[in-house]
């Protein structure tokens, strides 16, 4: 890329300069990403234009980065000469005839259109035309080389359906691959001729904050003065009201209150009231048993017979469940004495059962260990007649 920009500058010694010179340079320069990679700065959401060499205020040299189906407006170049080289990927070029001022809100038509390769030169100016530049992958990434002669600051983009025209500012991404903060600043901005405007002003940046802070003081005030106009307001409403008003809420507040008296001066009468009518219920009652009973006994003698039979049947049922239920009771208690002299006599079988466990266990035992004594006994005996039997044998031969 520094062979690339000396060869560039020594053809910008001259005053008069030949494009096709230009284009020849550009075309030898063989594409190495090792060159160029620090000065390709990508954006998810647009494509960046990063300026690598100002040429002491003849031309731009920028790289700019294309994501995935990203493109650019239509656009001119303001008399000046577009050379482009393609670094990585590829780039497809649309060109377009100039809108006629006669004819408006016409759809604009389209005269051109080339897909260039990874290394190779196009050229563009106004008297072509006008272009549209984009990246027909929508997986891969495009590197471009550009070179605009003289640089400029604005151009003029287009809608294709329409063929209106607009005004747009032109600024970078990145300068000498450094990242710039281009929004709401001149830091951005394209280099002119004069290499005063290459300066970032510092008095531009100042002014800009001092605005932004003043109009938020003024807002804080203003709300900060609409929120003291409510509550006057407030105040105001409450302390206007009508006299009649608090008079007439005073004498509903008496009215309840006398009424809450009345009602409980007439809760005892009430009680009273009811418990005079059911005292007078009960004596009804009482009165319509007594006539019940004398009827009963002017009645017929059989219906008496026969009520008192059906009073003696309940009163032998009653006797007859009372000792049913007393025999219940009993077996209940037989069962239960039963269980338990049960479980006595399974804890004592068990018991036998474990003692005469112990003591065949410990007669096998004695068995054993008798069984073990007359055996080493014998043993015993058998060695020592061995040992005789040897010492006569040993007397003998001696």
């Known amino acids: 890329m520094d062979n690339l920009i000396t060869q560039i500058r020594e053809i910008f010694k001259d005053d008069h300069i030949n494009t096709e010179d230009i284009k020849r340079v550009l075309e030898a320069y063989k594409s190495n990403p090792l060159d160029w990679q620090k000065y390709a700065h990508f954006d998810p959401h647009k494509y960046t234009r990063n300026l690598v060499d100002i040429g002491n205020g003849k031309y731009n040299m920028l790289i700019l980065c294309w994501g995935p189906g990203m ?68 997986s891969d990434n495009a590197v471009t080389l550009h070179l605009y002669i003289p640089p400029f600051e604005h151009c003029q983009i287009f809608d294709e359906r329409t063929g209106r025209k607009a ?37 531009s940046m100042s002014i800009m904050n001092r605005k932004v802070l003043f109009a938020a003081l003024v807002a804080v005030i203003l709300l900060v003065g609409v929120e003291c106009a409510r509550k006057k307001n407030r105040n105001r409403d409450k302390n206007e009201r009508p006299r009649n008003q608090q008079d007439n809420e005073e004498e509903n507040r008496f009215e309840s209150k006398d009424e809450g008296r009345a009602e409980r001066r007439e809760k005892p009468e009430r009680e009273r009231e009811k418990f005079s009518n059911k005292n007078e219920q009960d004596e009804e009652s009482e009165e319509k048993e007594e006539d019940k009973n004398k009827a009963n006994k002017t009645a017929n003698p059989k219906r008496i017979r026969r009520t008192q039979h ?22 209940n208690n037989l069962l239960q004495q ?61």
């Open 71 to 138: 493109g650019s407006s239509i656009h001119d170049h303001t008399n000046s000469h577009c050379f482009v080289k393609v670094l990585e990927g590829s780039l497809l070029e649309t060109r377009f005839s100039w809108p006629d001022p006669d004819k408006s809100d016409e759809p604009m038509q389209e005269t051109d259109r080339d897909e260039h390769p990874i290394n190779g030169v196009t050229y563009m100016s106004d008297e072509l035309g006008l272009h549209r530049m984009e990246n027909p992958s929508h």
């Open 167 to 203: 005004q747009s500012a032109v600024t970078f991404f990145t300068k000498y691959g450094e990242k710039v903060d281009y929004r709401g600043s001149k830091l951005g901005r394209t280099f002119t001729l004069s290499s005063s405007s290459a300066t970032p002003s510092s008095s």
């Open 310 to 331: 059906i009073h003696r049947l309940d009163e032998r049922v009653a006797e007859d469940s009372d000792l049913k239920t007393r025999k219940l009771r009993r077996n």
């Open 338 to 398: 039963g269980g338990r002299h049960r479980e006595d006599n399974l804890k004592r079988t068990k018991e036998r059962n474990t003692k005469e466990v112990i003591t065949e266990s410990v007669k096998g035992q004695n068995q054993k260990d008798k069984h073990t004594h007359t055996h080493n006994t014998n043993r015993r005996l058998r060695r020592e007649e061995k040992l005789k039997r040897t010492k006569e044998v040993n007397s003998r031969q001696n």
